[in-house]
């Protein structure tokens, strides 16, 4: 009986939750006359034209340019993130510097609204003719996935023994060697988990890509809204959808690909920070 | 042994200091310098001092104000309705999780999905043509509200945002109760304390940090909430709809009220400093109490 109850409303919680991303893959089976006249929940005739004419009408949908832009900036995002964080987690994690100043506020970064940034940014970004490229937008998201990245790295090098380091420099080895060597192997899985999670993060974002990007570097969630801009007519919302499942699949996959590793970080995440 | 000594730390520290200096540090004088500058589009380079006008622009406008309102009330609003129901789910549904750790994938794709997206995907789902919503509605009980007129979008986005991100206050109250060590249970039991008793007066108190955590997390990502409004209404709906970040956003974009929008950042990062510094005392009064 209990029993059944849990399953009903697991059930529940979890079509409620999923209930937008359900509708859209629906619809994006759904040819355009089936949705104006069936906007319910099954499908007569399902159909992957939509799909189709995303994916290759290339003169009227950027879609793949899209793809591309946010696959890139999030790369850039993630990496240089990463790469700017290591050696820094190393420090704090090995040493007082920086520890009592620098990590608290970066770590409390994550609590400021990025809006605050943002008006600057776009004057600096103008001058500098950062304005609608990858790699300006690449830069933003770096900082967006600065503080998950830091929190990730010094928990996982604050959870090796010291004694692997201690070894390392009796042997002589340099500290940057000891980094190299020693450390970066052990923390390797942390080195997974910032990156499926800053990928994610950076592929989601949208706040910085609608401001600081016009058409060359517009990633997907900015794309994707540019399907509803209805001229003229109405929105096309079999293509419109299957644009946002497009859109919506890369971080999914990656995300329940790897949920177990995300799982633990992004509750340490939380709960250290 | 010192394993590293201070040139090397600050050598390690440095690249990642001096990219915050140059992405957080440079905009955050801007802020301050144009904050009290008289300055249009063809004036950028050349701001002119001229006092603490823009701030009284900014607190002597109505809007910001409705905003200000929006964004408190939807973070509150929705922090405690996803802990509510994140807490519920999490001990609930613990019996069933812990021997099938393949549910939770289902329980934790909404954190995976773009808020942009989600907020794309409600325009369909809410559509009065194209939307199943409305179209059971109509079905079912011959009638279907508005939701994203002045009157009731509040009330929508309150339950688009609570979807989307109880799983986030699941997951952390899943954790934690789960790490509660089963001898705690068993000495609880065996002392008499069960179903009711057992969580209120052991299991709760044990994870009441996450608690605390979790709701100030997401209160302060309700109260910064952009993305999902500005994609499914456009801040429409009569200004009803307009969350802090959206008001700056359009003051800098659709206005070019340089001054304002740059005085309404430092307004409202005077705030959120203010928050943080109170999540931080109560941090350190919390770990005082546990020493």
Not at chain 1, 49 to 63: E, G
Not at chain 1, 157 to 183: F, Q
Not at chain 2, 115 to 144: I, K, N, T
Not at chain 2, 192 to 199: D, F, H, K, Q, Y
Request: aromatic residues 14%; contains cysteine; positive net charge.
């Amino acid at each position: 009986m209990m029993r059944t109850l849990r399953w009903i409303v697991f059930a529940v919680a979890a079509i409620a939750m999923n209930f937008p991303v359900i509708v859209t893959l629906i619809t994006s089976f759904k040819s355009a006359r089936e949705i104006s006249s069936n906007a319910g929940l099954w499908i007569n005739a399902p159909t992957l034209s939509n799909y189709l004419s995303v994916l290759t009408d290339t003169t009227r949908f950027n879609i793949w340019l899209y793809l591309f832009n946010s696959t890139m900036a999030a790369l850039i995002g993630t990496l240089l993130a990463m790469a700017l964080t290591f050696p820094a987690a190393y420090a704090i994690a090995r040493s007082e510097t920086g520890r009592r100043v620098l990590f608290p506020m970066v770590v409390n970064l994550r609590a400021v609204p990025l809006i605050i940034f943002a008006i600057p940014l776009y004057m600096m970004y103008q001058w500098l003719g950062l304005l609608d490229t990858r790699v300006g937008l690449g830069l933003i998201l770096t900082i967006v996935n600065i503080p998950l990245a830091l929190v990730i790295f010094v928990n996982a090098i604050a959870d090796v023994p010291v004694e692997l380091d201690e070894a390392a420099k009796v042997d002589g080895a340099s500290t940057l060697a000891t980094l190299r060597r020693v450390i970066w192997p052990v923390v390797r899985p942390a080195m997974l988990t910032s990156f499926i999670f800053g990928f994610i993060t950076a592929w989601n974002e949208f706040l910085f890509g609608l401001m600081l990007t016009t058409s060359k570097a517009v990633p997907m969630t900015v794309g994707a809204s540019f399907f509803f801009a209805a001229s003229g007519g109405g929105v096309n919302w079999g293509t419109a959808s299957a644009v946002m499942i497009i859109g919506a699949l890369p971080p999914a996959v990656i995300g329940l690909m790897m949920y177990k590793q995300i799982f633990g970080s992004m509750t340490a995440g939380a709960v250290k920070g | 042994m010192q394993l590293v000594n201070r040139g090397e730390g600050r050598l390690f520290l440095s690249p990642l200091v001096i990219f915050l200096l140059l992405f957080l540090g440079f905009p955050a004088i801007v802020n301050l310098v144009y904050s009290i500058s008289t300055v249009t589009f063809e004036t950028l380079r050349a701001p002119e001092l001229s006092g603490y006008g823009n701030y009284l622009d900014v607190l002597s406008d109505r809007y910001f104000w409705q905003a200000s309102w929006f964004s408190l009330r939807f973070g509150i609003i929705t922090a405690l309705a996803e802990c509510l129901i994140g807490l519920f789910l999490a001990i609930f549904l613990n019996p069933l999780l812990g021997k099938r750790p393949y549910l939770m994938a289902p329980l934790m794709l909404p954190l995976m999905v773009a808020p942009a997206m989600v907020g794309l995907m409600y325009r369909l789902v809410l559509h009065e043509f194209a939307g199943p919503v409305p179209y059971y509605l109509w079905m079912w009980f011959g009638d279907s509200p508005a939701f994203l007129d002045a009157d009731n979008a509040f009330r929508t986005l309150v339950v688009i945002e609570t979807l989307q991100w109880t799983p986030f206050a699941f997951l952390l109250f899943h954790t934690a109760y789960s790490a509660i060590p089963s001898d705690v249970r068993e000495a609880a039991a065996l002392d008499g304390a069960r179903g009711w008793t057992l969580l209120t007066k052991i299991e709760l108190p044990l994870i009441k940090p996450t608690l605390i955590i979790a709701f100030f997390i997401r209160f302060i990502d309700g109260f910064r909430v952009f993305d999902n409004i500005y994609a499914l209404t456009g801040a429409g709906a009569g200004g009803s709809t307009t969350s802090l970040s959206i008001y700056i956003y359009q003051a800098f974009f659709k206005q070019g009220a340089i001054g304002k929008a740059v005085a309404a950042s430092v307004v409202l990062f005077i705030a959120s400093l203010v928050v943080l510094y109170a999540l931080t005392a109560l941090g350190s009064r919390r770990k005082e109490k546990t020493r």
